[in-house]
């Protein structure tokens, strides 16, 4: 680990410090006895040794040594491979003329390797085993795990030779930063993946964001169904945690509609977003993938280097991009509600009736926020943006923006054209965002809904919170309450942070917070200014948006504490 060390200083100086071939003939030489004792113990006999043991019966320690040992042999091959790919460099080097093609981008295959080499040093501590056996891991932290590993798995395969392009350089930190907003469908990106990622750097781009759209329990769920052919307790637990299910045993059917909708769904999409491209759009099958995917996961990311501010889609593929939105948006069992009423040769005038609660809730304050964002759009026309537009033109952006502001982040036009009032009423959209259960974050629309039925309640003095003839118990009063204040919690803590160490405005590092927290990915152009502390503290917000909330307090905590011992009521005087 010293030697380590220095080798992580020589390589801060790196860039700053003059050197020569004999120089870097030395640290590659250091670098490479460095990797060499990792491969001296190699954890394939312990994995194979664990795998016999837990054939026979089921134990907790040997699962955690099977995992962990797979985990440090794959870190140590990714190990080898990026810093294979650093001694690449040497193949491009001129050595007769000594002209050198140095690229920035090779000192993110060394960056990698550093941090490959040091995950697998921490992992190799016999006390971790042991730790992690002995910690229980409920749902919640379960599900913590799986986009952490996502998470690192994508920005390793962001950092590969193949996903960045010629001449350009894509540091580790950016690299985490594109995997967590692409797993977590936000749409923030430090880097203009159209100028930096090469198109399979983009592909592995689509396929996170693809997962962070299902959700890394759905593709875990499936890939246990197509192993074992049917789906363990722990994968149905995990369903039920992620999606809410109110029985383990509807999660099955529930995971392979979700899987089915999704694919249908995009590929018509991509289809339509197909034949709206002009036909010398370079990629065109591509691009229009890519949209289709990412508008109705709701992540944002375009390939076009302006996001869809003059894009070559016209007016039938931005309505294409709503229409996407607004499905994935909704919520999955929102649309299956719908589809089931539908089967039953309902009325579309009793189509809203038939619906339960939970689906009307959820439509009626969706369609409120779009409508209600589309006329205060249409009145904040005095910003420079919309003062020289048509009417029309202004009326079709407003419904745009109220549309994408609050769960997807694309892009018509720069945010700065905006007046200060549109900015500031872009934000509220941004804290309802989407429905439960959906590709969307935010506090949801049916947690503003219920908070808005208890304030009616309260304030005529009801003695139950309503909702279509329904009572709303006070467990789920509670939880809204404790979602809004947990997010109102985590904003002000990351505005503390970003101040003291971010140059930018408070207004414009506050819009940050909301977006990422949100999952949305609309920016006023901070996300390429903040430093390196700055991106790891929207990187936990982003984390935090996209998987609840609750789910990470509840990670933390452990099992629920339950009492035994009930306290009198008394009356404690508030307002």
Known sequence: MLLWFILLVIRTLYEY?????????????????LIWPMFQKVEIDRAIQAWRFLKVRKNTRKQVELISAIVLDILRLMALFYLGSWYWRWTVVDWSSGISTFQPRYLGFLDTFFLCFFLAQVATAHR??????????????????????????????????FSIQSGRALSVIDALFLSVSALAVTGLTPVDISRVLT??????????????????????????????????LSSLLLGQTS?????????????????????????????????????????????????????????????????????????????????????????????????????????????????????RLALTVSFILVTGGTVLFFLFEEAN???????????????????????????????????????????????????????????????????IATVYSTVFNKDQVVIFNRSVSFYVVKKALAIVSIYLLLAGVAMTLLSITEKAHSFELFFEIISALSTVGLSLGVTEQLTAFGKIVVMFLMMFGRIGILTIVLAGIGRVQRSAIRYPEDDFFVG
């Open 243 to 359: 999606f809410g299910a109110p029985h383990p045993g509807q999660i099955p059917k529930f995971l392979s509609q979700v899987v089915t909708l999704t694919l249908f769904l995009e590929a018509l999409g991509a289809l339509f977003l197909y034949f709206s491209l002009p036909k010398e759009t370079p990629n065109r099958v591509f691009v229009a993938l890519f949209h289709s995917i990412s508008a109705f996961c709701n992540a944002g990311f375009s390939t076009f280097s302006q996001n869809l501010y003059q894009s070559t889609f016209g007016f039938g593929g931005l309505l294409v991009i709503c229409i996407l939105i607004l499905l994935g948006g909704i919520g999955f069992p929102v649309i299956f509600n719908i589809a089931s009423v539908l089967k039953k040769n309902r009325g579309v005038r009793e189509l809203f009736k038939q619906l339960s609660p939970q689906s």
């Open 199 to 232: 198109e399979w750097g983009q592909m592995v781009l689509l396929i996170l964001i693809q997962l962070g759209g299902l959700g890394i329990i759905i593709v875990t769920a499936a890939l246990s169904l197509a192993a074992y052919r049917r789906l363990s």
């Open 128 to 161: 971790w085993s042991w730790w992690i056996s002995k910690l229980p891991l409920n749902p919640g932290r379960q599900i913590l795990l799986h986009y952490l590993a996502a998470i690192l798995v994508g920005a390793l395969l962001l950092l590969a030779p």
């Open 17 to 33: 410090v003059p050197h020569h071939y004999l120089f870097e003939m030395i640290f590659d030489g250091a670098a490479l006895y």
């Open 385 to 451: 943006l919309t003062s020289k537009l048509p009417w029309y033109q202004v009326l079709g952006q407003s419904l745009f923006y109220s549309i994408s502001s609050r769960t997807a982040g694309f892009n018509l036009v720069p945010l700065d054209n905006f007046h200060l009032s549109a900015q500031f009423f872009l934000m509220l959209l941004m804290f309802v965002g989407a429905s439960p259960t959906s590709t969307g974050g935010g506090v949801k629309t049916t947690t503003l809904g219920v908070l």
